[in-house]
Structure formats: structure tokens, C-alpha cells
């Protein structure tokens, strides 16, 4: 049976937490383990990482294969080297003390590396910290400036709006002077029109003869028509046919 030692997600969703399992390879992810031996947990800083070691060994000699992240955190404890050093032994390349010291110093060398590495997240840390701290005293003391320069600002431009409203002001009334001749020409139009109206009457006046001529033409035109009607009698006497 091909055994692996693999990762078994607990937790809930954005929370997860893990086990170290011995289980089946072909068995699903969550599914049935052989053997629990260890936990990790990511979330936390610095991350836990919690492997019982002999056992990790032990299943390492019965042939059990471990997973890529596995692999990284058991060698991040020191379980690789020391399966590596055993196994050494066992062929006599490397007695036991001296697989011991191995041990000891790259642990040492470990615990080194993880200070320094903190040491500079606490640097950083604090110089964000401190930036930020800046930033809002510079903040909190550039708003009363802010307000000074506004006021005197806006009381500066007070006085130039007032001289630049002036002129318009005093436009006005020339304006008003340019108007008034337009008004006193409005009546001199109106007399103007007068006598064009008085006009008027006089052409109906004018008119009005012509109007009573028309009888006198009727009455001139009266003779005209009776000599007509005498030549009339006097042609059909002549011709009697």
C-alpha cells in the first residue's frame, strides 16, 4: 500500500488549519488517515509547526513518501537532516556523535537565522509605525495653517472683488445717460408722425368731390342717350322693311 505523509485541511473558510497525516495516497485529501503526527498552522506569526519527530522518522524508514510541503516543514525542523544522518549511520559513513554535533549546530544555525529574520520585521514594523505617527502629527499641524491662509485669503480677495465691482457700477450709470437721448428722441418721433396723420384727413377731403361729381356726369351723359334714341326712330322710318 502506497503510504504518504500529507496535509489534512481543517478550519473553517479564510481560517484554515492543517494536520500532518500518515494516510493512503489514493485515499481523498480530508478523507481517512492512518496515523496523526503533527499539526501546522500558518496563520499564526511566527507560523507553529508541532511534528512528533520519531514517529515522522519512523514512517520516513518504513518507506512513506512526504508531500513537497511536508518535505519543506520537516526539514524546517530538522527531521530531513537527523533521517539523513540515521541513515548514515546505519551504513557506517558517520558515527553517532558526530551525527549529533551535526545536528545540534544546524539547529543552532536555525534558531539564528529565525532572530534575525524577526529582528528585521521589528525594524520595519516599527519604522512603519513611526512614518505613520509623522505623517498624522504633519497632518494635524498643517490644518490650522490651512485655515490661516485660507482666511487671509479670502480676505484679500474681498477688497479686489469690491474694486473690480466698482467699474461695473459706474458703468451703469453711463449706460442709463446713453438711454436718455433714445428716450428724448422717441417724442420728436412722435411729432414727426403728427403731422403725417394730420395729412390724412386732408387727402379724404380731397377725395370727397370726386365723389359728388358722379351725378353731374349722369345728367350729362342723359341727352347723350336720347339723341341715340332719335336716330334709332329716325333709320327704321327709312327703312320700314
Do not use: C
Request: cysteine-free.
Amino acid at each position: 500500500m502506497p503510504v504518504s505523509i500529507r496535509l489534512q485541511r481543517q478550519g473553517r473558510k479564510k481560517r484554515p488549519f492543517y494536520k500532518i497525516v500518515i494516510a493512503d495516497s489514493r485515499a481523498p485529501r480530508d478523507g481517512r488517515f492512518i496515523e496523526r503526527i503533527g499539526s501546522y498552522n500558518p496563520l499564526m506569526l511566527p507560523v507553529e509547526i508541532e511534528v512528533d519527530s520519531d514517529k515522522a522518522v519512523e514512517w520516513l524508514n518504513k518507506g512513506a513518501q512526504p508531500s513537497d510541503t511536508v518535505r519543506s516543514l520537516l526539514s524546517e525542523k530538522g527531521i530531513m537532516l537527523r533521517w539523513h544522518l540515521l541513515k548514515g549511520i546505519e551504513k557506517g559513513a558517520i558515527t553517532q556523535k558526530d551525527a549529533d554535533k551535526k545536528l545540534e549546530q544546524w539547529l543552532k544555525d536555525v534558531e539564528e537565522r529565525l532572530k534575525k529574520k524577526e529582528e528585521k520585521k521589528q525594524k520595519v514594523n516599527e519604522k512603519r509605525r513611526k512614518r505613520k505617527k509623522e505623517e498624522k502629527a504633519t497632518k494635524v499641524e498643517a490644518a490650522p495653517k490651512k485655515a490661516e491662509t485660507e482666511e487671509i485669503d479670502t480676505v484679500e480677495a474681498a477688497p479686489e472683488e469690491a474694486k473690480a465691482e466698482e467699474p461695473k457700477a459706474e458703468a451703469a450709470p453711463e449706460k442709463a445717460k446713453v438711454e436718455e437721448p433714445k428716450s428724448e428722441a422717441a417724442p420728436e418721433e412722435a411729432k414727426a408722425e403728427e403731422p403725417k396723420a394730420e395729412a390724412a384727413p386732408e387727402e379724404a377731403k380731397v377725395e370727397k368731390p370726386k365723389a359728388e361729381a358722379t351725378p353731374e356726369e349722369a345728367k350729362a351723359e342723359e341727352p347723350k342717350a336720347e339723341a341715340e334714341k332719335g336716330k334709332d326712330k329716325s333709320e327704321k322710318k327709312k327703312n320700314p322693311s
